[in-house]
């Protein structure tokens, strides 16, 4: 039977248990160039016992960043210092993950600990681009560009070219951000995608960009290695975009190629009240699983090493990502295992063997 510690294999691709650390912004990057923190941070992780690392959202244009910090693969400059990180997690047992992102309407912003409002350009923001000309409001106040046609084309390119140099970095896991009120979030609900062309209206034409960004990326992305999607399962708002509606695009995925959908929720509308409980996804990754028929991961508040391992055990999700916990705990893989009576398959890295 599955369990926390049983090896998942995804195409070619084996996680050494179900253990994932969630994609975390650092805001330590410059000109989207990740440095010594990106190895120290996910390096530690995967030494800490992790299956799975997944690097941060990481920008597919200059003006995809959330923040002037966030990481980037828009050019080639970026590579090799993610190339570093991948080798490093790779010698330590861990599958290298990146999560390619656009941040649409939310981008432009300072980094969380200066406040996380819109920068004006004098302050070193820009004008954020979105699929229609609404702010999200609370502080990320500034109006975006509506995308016209080229610019939609031009970010979707934008995301093939960042898959490429993701495949030369040496990751082996693709995930394609769609949650958490950025660009391809943004197009999906109707909250904030009030275009009348291809592109906005009914569910097939606000699915219209993200189907055509997977479609596109798998066609670089090869066969032989994961692609998956983060999706916020809900909106968590009357007239938003519902989990019903992510059990049909999930189904969609699955067509294009997708091999597993990562479920979140929320991001997207600031008035939204998220009844954020321990696990509170995981039924969102159940019904994925169960009426798409595809491979799940599931996110948020999962702390506890016997929380993490029903929810495998009982065949909820494929996956279990922590956040905040790895933060607060490097080495919860390690501490889980025994926990959970498995410290056989997972020992610690032999530096740290007395300790264990
Ligand atoms: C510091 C920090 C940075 C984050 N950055 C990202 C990100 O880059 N991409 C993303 O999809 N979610 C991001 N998140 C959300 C987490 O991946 C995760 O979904 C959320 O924290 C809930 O999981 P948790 O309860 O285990 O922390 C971030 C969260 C934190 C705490």
Same mark, same amino acid.
């Given at each position: 039977?599955?369990?926390?510690?049983?090896?998942?294999?995804l195409?070619?691709?084996t996680?050494?248990?179900r253990?994932? %650390?969630?994609?975390?912004?650092?805001?330590?990057?410059?000109?989207?160039?990740?440095?010594?923190?990106?190895?120290?941070?996910?390096?530690?992780?995967? *030494?800490g016992g992790?299956?799975?690392?997944?690097?941060e959202?990481?920008?597919?244009?200059?003006?995809?960043?959330?923040?002037?910090?966030?990481?980037?693969?828009?050019?080639?400059?970026?590579?090799?210092?993610?190339?570093? @990180?991948?080798?490093?997690?790779?010698?330590?047992?861990a @599958?290298?993950?990146?999560?390619?992102?656009?941040a649409?309407?939310?981008?432009?912003?300072?980094?969380?600990?200066?406040?996380?409002a819109?920068?004006?350009?004098?302050?070193?923001?820009?004008?954020?681009?979105?699929p229609?000309?609404?702010?999200?409001?609370?502080?990320?106040?500034?109006?975006?560009?509506e995308?016209?046609?080229?610019?939609?084309?031009?970010?979707e390119?934008?995301?093939?070219?960042a898959?490429?140099?993701?495949?030369?970095?040496?990751?082996?896991?693709l995930?394609?951000?769609?949650?958490?009120?950025?660009l391809?979030?943004?197009?999906?609900?109707?909250?904030?995608?009030?275009?009348?062309?291809r592109y906005?209206?009914?569910?097939?034409?606000?699915?219209?960009?993200?189907?055509?960004?997977?479609?596109?990326?798998?066609?670089?992305w090869?066969?032989?290695?994961?692609?998956t999607?983060?999706?916020?399962?809900?909106?968590?708002?009357?007239?938003?975009?519902?989990?019903?509606?992510? @059990?049909? +695009?999930?189904?969609r995925?699955?067509?294009?190629? %997708?091999?597993l959908?990562?479920?979140?929720?929320?991001?997207? %509308?600031?008035?939204?009240?998220?009844?954020?409980?321990?696990?509170?996804?995981?039924?969102?990754?159940?019904?994925?699983?169960?009426?798409?028929?595809?491979?799940? *991961? @599931?996110?948020?508040?999962?702390?506890?090493?016997?929380?993490?391992?029903?929810?495998?055990?009982?065949?909820?999700?494929?996956?279990?990502?922590?956040?905040?916990?790895? +933060?607060?705990d490097?080495?919860?893989? +390690?501490?889980?295992?025994?926990?959970?009576?498995?410290a056989? %398959?997972?020992?610690?890295?032999?530096?740290?063997?007395?300790?264990w």
């Amino acid at each position: 039977m599955a369990h926390l510690f049983a090896p998942l294999t995804l195409k070619t691709v084996t996680l050494r248990n179900r253990i994932g %650390v969630s994609p975390m912004c650092m805001y330590a990057a410059e000109d989207g160039v990740a440095n010594d923190w990106h190895l120290v941070h996910l390096g530690a992780r995967a *030494a800490g016992g992790a299956g799975l690392v997944i690097a941060e959202a990481t920008a597919v244009a200059p003006e995809g960043r959330i923040t002037p910090g966030c990481a980037g693969l828009w050019t080639e400059k970026q590579l090799e210092p993610l190339a570093r @990180v991948t080798r490093f997690l790779k010698q330590h047992g861990a @599958v290298p993950g990146i999560q390619l992102a656009h941040a649409g309407r939310k981008a432009a912003a300072a980094r969380p600990w200066e406040g996380g409002a819109h920068l004006s350009d004098a302050a070193g923001g820009w004008t954020p681009l979105g699929p229609s000309a609404l702010a999200y409001g609370g502080g990320l106040d500034r109006v975006p560009r509506e995308m016209s046609a080229n610019d939609i084309a031009r970010v979707e390119a934008d995301f093939v070219a960042a898959a490429k140099r993701a495949l030369a970095a040496g990751y082996e896991w693709l995930e394609l951000h769609s949650a958490h009120g950025y660009l391809a979030h943004e197009f999906l609900s109707p909250l904030s995608n009030h275009r009348t062309d291809r592109y906005g209206g009914n569910f097939e034409n606000r699915i219209r960009f993200l189907l055509e960004t997977t479609r596109a990326v798998r066609g670089v992305w090869p066969e032989r290695l994961p692609l998956t999607v983060r999706l916020s399962c809900t909106d968590w708002v009357d007239g938003g975009w519902t989990i019903d509606e992510s @059990v049909e +695009l999930a189904r969609r995925l699955r067509a294009e190629g %997708v091999d597993l959908i990562d479920c979140s929720s929320g991001g997207g %509308v600031h008035a939204a009240k998220v009844p954020a409980a321990p696990g509170f996804h995981v039924p969102f990754a159940e019904r994925i699983k169960r009426e798409a028929g595809i491979a799940t *991961a @599931v996110v948020g508040l999962i702390t506890e090493p016997k929380q993490a391992d029903a929810i495998v055990r009982e065949g909820r999700a494929d996956v279990v990502l922590l956040a905040r916990e790895l +933060l607060r705990d490097p080495n919860w893989p +390690l501490r889980a295992a025994r926990e959970l009576g498995q410290a056989g %398959v997972l020992p610690p890295p032999p530096p740290y063997a007395r300790a264990w």
